[in-house]
């Protein structure tokens, strides 16, 4: 569009700040802001300039000057409304692509690798807890770790926890009793002697939610000083929720 807009301003004998200017436009329009022209720019430099074939500016196509303004805004209207449409369509694609990906990334890592069992690596989880409920953890008050979504892997013995904000170092490890799953009325039946966390808070985590898990804490082995998780596990970023470690 750059080009065809500087020939039309050769064919007027004007200057590139003089046009921008009598359309109304920045004086460094045809500098910098000429790679994808908007459609109330061009209905500006339509106005200013009736002998221009708009269609012609951003397309290539037909004569550089024409007649009815009317016809070719709408033109180049239409022509800037399918290539937004022709966009959308590619980004919502690529959206979906993205989707797809990430869906496949997060199964890969919810399910521990067959290389690392078939080498009979130890498998742990790395799980995400606040530090009010470490501390409670660590006193023996709390004994079930409440999580909506519960790791797969079955030999889970040891669950190393890490400390979120502020903490934000890995203080300990649990050694894993039972896993419980069971609608949140029957699980706060079975885990509220020990859960650490009121009835009101329980109900408001699972809220909307059928089922509810627990993992029950039979021990706590705080370490004797909390450790920086890029120091221990480099390649391993802080968990959301949780992720696995193989030693």
Sequence with gaps: MRERLLQYI????????????????????IQWG?????????????????????????????????????????????????????????????????????????????????????????????????????????????????????????????IVVYASNPVCRIVGEIEVGELLTDTPEALWRRTRGKAGVSREFFFSYFSGRPKAHAIEIKAFHPYPSPKRLADEYPSIAPPQSFCYLYE
């Design 10 to 29: 050769r064919y007027k004998g004007m200057t590139g700040y003089r046009f921008s200017k009598e359309a109304g436009l920045s004086g460094n329009f």
């Design 34 to 158: 000429t790679k994808g022209i908007s459609s109330r720019s061009m209905h500006k430099i339509g106005q200013a300039f009736p002998d221009l074939n708009l269609q012609w500016v951003a397309t290539g196509e037909g004569e550089m000057l024409k007649g009815d303004t009317a016809t070719i805004l709408l033109s180049v209207h239409q022509t800037i409304v399918k290539d937004k449409d022709e966009e959308i369509a590619s980004l919502s694609s690529q959206v979906q692509r993205l989707k797809s990906q990430l869906a496949e990334l997060t199964r890969e890592l919810s399910e521990p690798a067959e290389g690392m069992r078939s080498r009979g690596a130890e498998v742990k989880v790395l799980l995400s807890v606040k530090p009010k409920f470490v501390n409670l953890i660590a006193s023996g008050a709390k004994c079930f770790e409440y999580r909506r979504v519960l790791y797969k892997h079955p030999d889970i013995k040891r």
